[in-house]
Each structure stands twice: as C-alpha cells, then as structure tokens.
C-alpha cells in the first residue's frame, strides 16, 4: 500500500464519491479510481459497496479506515515539520571579508538582528579565496564576499555589486590631489597590505607583474585596522576596496587610470537548498547592500 493510495483512499471515505474525492485531490476521476481498484486487488478486500456514483465502505474498509488514519495524520504533521525545518534554520554560518565588512557587519547586528532576533548569525571574518573554499566544503552557508566566478563551478554566485580597488593614501601626499594615478606613478611607494586569500591582492600583484614592477611592501597584515593606521601615520600607502574607506578615516581613496573592479556578492554552494531563515537574510542584504 503506497501513500498515494492512503491519501486516495482516505479522500474517497471522507466524500463517499469518486468525483468529489478527485477534486479535492486536485486529479482526474480516472486516477482515483484506478487507485481504488488497484488497492482492492493487492489487498485482496473488498473495501466499498457501490451504489450508483455513492460509496459507503464494506466492514474491512471500516477497519482499514481505522488504521490508515493515524497514519496519514502521522504524514501530515511530518509535511508540516519538514516545512517548519526548512523555515528555521536558526544559525547561520556566513563570512564576510574585512573591507566588505565595515559597512556591512554593523547593518547585519543592528538591522538584521532587529527584524529577526530568532536567528543567530556566526560571521566569520575572511577573504574570497577562503570563504569560497569553506562554501565548497559546507563549512559555511553563505559568504558576502568579492569573488571571481572562474574559481569553481560547485558555487553559485549572485552579483551584488561592483567593488572599486583603489590605491589609498594619507591627504598630504603629493599624489592625494590627482583624480587617478599609473602604476608607474606608484612605484617606488612604501605599501601595507592586507594578507590571506584575497581576491583583491590577486589583482593587485597581476597589475604589478604587467607593470613589470615589484611592490615595495613594508608589511602585510591581517588587520585592516593596522594598514589604516601605517596610511594615517603617513608611513605606507595601501590598496583597498573604496567601500573599506569610511568617513571618519584619514584616507584618500584613488582610482587607477585603468580602475580595477571586482565583483562582490552572496556566494552559496550549488545544489544545496536555500532555507527560508537563509532566505530572509539574502533578502535583507539585497536590500541593504554597501555601496560598492
């Protein structure tokens, strides 16, 4: 006996008419009935007296009856659980890379927990590179982050936006006025850059190998916060994502000639289900992206 014949079987009892029973089954009057007729042989009882188009159930199919309830009310309420599951997802395991971050970590703690305080959000500091290796590893469930869609075909990339890598300095330098500069016109400069796997840093050091230029780096580091302050210290200058530059820092962010773009955006392993509370959360980041 399938479910399929559970579920019919139950329909037809409750309407005593075949047709009746189709409609609210949303099939065909043949298809219940072929069902019936079916259950009647592989069972080998007689389940129904028929009289004309009404139905009333023989003493077998009373006892059937009795016993299939419990059943589908059992398959009822695992539908309803399984949906419950998949709109409650609880914790979500997300990174965010440093520069993408300073907008968008305050926006997630205030705004996101605000509407939906139910949900708890593991953010894990990160650049692309990695992110994108523990998405593929279902280490985590979705990652903010700039990315390059070359780099594996069991992700899924949703375009957020634009990011702008700008070559960034303290006010006073002789460079600070010019609305873009040349690689050649930053050669000799003193940089801090930040380290790990960064999509960015991989454009950076390709802009410099077409140069033909080796970048003179002090230090790579971690921390955003630490290439901050050799930038405002006026010991180094950097390359960082525009958006990573807030109002309230000492730093000139300025275009390359040749602006270097990357895209950022919500990254999610390919194949896997969406659940609702991971949905929300898209929904909200969508609607309160950073500017890139």
Known sequence: MTITQIRYFYEVCKWQNITKAA?????SQPTVSIAMSDLEKESGLNLFRREGKKLSLTEDGTLLLSKITPILANLQQLDRDIKDMAQNKNLIRLA?????GVQLIPTLFSGFKKLHPEIELEVVEAGGIDSLRMIENEELDLAITNYDD????NLHY????????CFCTYPQHPLA????????DIADEPFVLLNGGFFVNRLIHQNFQQALIAPKVLLHSSQLH????????????????????????AIVPISLKKPLFI???IVTKRG??????EQKLIEFICANKPMG
């Open 158 to 165: 949703r375009k957020l936006f634009k990011s702008e890598a």
């Open 23 to 27: 409609a609210s089954l949303h099939v």
């Open 96 to 100: 965010v890379p440093l520069q993408i």
């Open 177 to 184: 006025q010019k609305k873009f500069v040349e690689m050649k």
């Open 226 to 249: 630490t290439v901050k302050s050799l930038i405002t210290h006026k010991i180094a200058s950097s390359f960082l994502m525009r958006q990573a530059i807030t109002g309230s820092d």
């Open 263 to 265: 895209n950022s955006g």
């Open 272 to 277: 896997r289900q969406i659940y609702g509370d």
């Open 150 to 153: 070359t780099f594996s075909p």
